[in-house]
């Protein structure tokens, strides 16, 4: 299996700009996180969803962040507009559902800069 | 909601010295227990996981953890750590469905 799939690897973009990141979750995985890292506060949650619902979305900093999972196979977290705060790595990751003991599995994750 | 403590945010040490990162949890239901690694420039990987049974875990690349329930903690090990072992270490509890980082240590590891 390739694995948890995000893109891009690295966005650099100005203040004011949208931005689309992009995830591909392990084939047969029902359960998919989105994650933020930062040197300030470390790997804070986002939303998560679970058989493409979103179950909990009270970690999303703001309305500018909104993520969506059409299909079983794919999921966005957009930010419109972006601002300079919201640079950060971005992970997304999953695993085979939300109530079982299996360990997540992560992308490589984005490098969002907003200059 | 539960929520992860890790201590000495960065470690430095040499090539076979041992390494010991804390962890501390808040949460009075059950639990389970990780460990996560980050290698630099890489994804968060798996080293163990704690969910029942014997406290004392083993993981990949010779790393263990002891998950002590009267102290909320679940402290990683390794007795003789090497170069490649510079990286990033999460302690991530999972409780209620949700699962909670700690803020890591960055481990650097002075050949």
């Known amino acids: 299996d390739a694995g948890v799939i995000q893109s891009p690897r690295h966005e650099v973009t100005e203040m004011g700009q949208e931005v689309t990141l992009r995830c591909k979750p392990i084939s047969g995985h029902n359960s998919l996180f989105w994650y933020r890292q930062t040197m300030m506060r470390g790997l804070e949650l986002l939303i998560y969803?679970?058989?493409?619902?979103?179950?909990?979305d009270s970690g999303m900093p703001e309305d500018r962040f909104s993520a969506k999972m059409p299909n079983a196979s794919f999921s966005t977290l957009k930010i419109q507009p972006s601002e300079p705060r919201d640079s950060a790595v971005y992970f997304c990751?999953?695993?085979?559902?939300?109530?079982?003991?299996?360990?997540?599995?992560f992308g490589n994750g984005t490098r969002l800069t907003v200059t | 909601a539960q929520s992860v403590s890790q201590h000495n945010h960065h470690v430095i040490l040499s090539e076979a010295a041992s390494l010991e990162l804390g962890c501390n949890y808040s949460y009075g239901g059950t639990v389970n227990l990780f460990w996560y690694v980050q290698y630099p420039g890489q994804h968060l990987q798996l080293l163990l996981k704690y969910f029942s049974g014997d406290p004392l875990v083993k993981g990949i690349k010779g790393f263990e953890a002891e998950f002590i329930k009267s102290k909320f903690s679940f402290n990683l090990r390794k007795p003789s750590v090497q170069w490649s072992d510079t990286a990033e270490y999460f302690c991530a509890v999972k409780g209620n469905n949700r699962l909670a980082f700690g803020k890591g240590n960055q481990v650097v590891v002075i050949p």
């Open positions: 990751a999953s695993r085979p559902d939300i109530r079982g003991n299996s360990p997540l599995h």
């Open positions: 969803f679970n058989n493409n619902v979103p179950i909990d």
